[in-house]
């Protein structure tokens, strides 16, 4: 591949999923101060001084905070994908493994945070840059998530833009909702997969992928 092979992709519609989900909505225009009033509001709630020199500025804190870890709601993260390489004659697999990524918990809104291993099989024709991959799990874990829709959504995503003949994603998180409140286990991991394509259908080819990616 040189540089000279770099080229955009020729725009495909992107469906949405039937919750749709999978692509952007528009930020409310007067999000930070809803999100600002009521946190001042919870302060109240939970008997401390929203006006006390340490509390002040909270409120607005905690807004921009919210803006920033949910900022995923507000993109197409397939988007990064149609940034694309003609993939000449490489039809092996190409995995990204230890993609450190944070999400937030829908139940609880409570980080969860862990690792996204991602890989696929190029359709021969294909290959998007390594890093739109860890764009893609960025983009889908900045929302209220699931463990489990996080890990479908990546698949799907890769599935919608760039046909490949096979996806697997592996997703391992920690949920301060398990370790920091309600049952307390710090330090257990969730671990999720998705695959589509061979990788769906052939358990000894999904088991090679499996094992480098915890390799
Ligand atoms: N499947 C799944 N469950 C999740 C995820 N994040 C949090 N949960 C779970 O969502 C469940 C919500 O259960 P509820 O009984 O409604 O809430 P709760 O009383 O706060 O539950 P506890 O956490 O058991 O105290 C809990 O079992 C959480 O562990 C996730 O990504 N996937
Ligand atoms: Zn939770």
Redesign the pocket.
């Known amino acids: 591949m040189s540089a000279n092979d770099q080229q955009d992709a020729a725009p495909m519609p992107l469906q949405a999923t039937p919750e749709g989900k999978a692509g952007a909505i528009a930020c409310p225009q007067d999000a930070q101060e809803r999100i600002a009033r009521n946190v001042r509001e919870i302060l109240t709630a939970v008997g401390e001084d929203p006006t006390r020199e340490g509390l002040r500025d909270t409120p607005d804190r905690v807004a921009k905070m919210y803006l920033d870890v949910f900022s995923g709601l507000y993109e197409d993260p397939r988007e990064h994908l149609r940034k694309q390489f003609s993939a000449d004659h490489h039809s092996g697999v190409v995995l990204v493994k230890d993609i450190r990524f944070h999400s937030m918990?829908?139940?609880?809104l409570l980080p969860?945070f862990g690792r996204a291993h991602v890989a696929y099989l190029p359709d021969g024709g294909r290959l998007t840059g390594l890093s739109k991959l860890a764009r893609l799990v960025e983009g889908y874990a900045r929302r209220p998530?699931?463990?489990?829709r996080l890990t479908d959504q990546i698949v799907q995503g890769m599935v919608d833009v760039l046909a490949p003949r096979a996806v697997l994603v592996m997703l391992e998180a920690e949920?301060m909702?398990?370790s920091l409140?309600?049952?307390r286990t710090p330090g257990s991991t969730?671990v999720t997969t998705g695959a589509h394509g061979l990788w769906a259908e052939d358990f000894q080819a999904r088991q090679e992928i499996m094992s480098l990616m915890r390799g």
């Open positions: 918990c829908e139940h609880h969860v998530q699931l463990q489990e949920h909702c398990m409140r309600g049952v969730t």
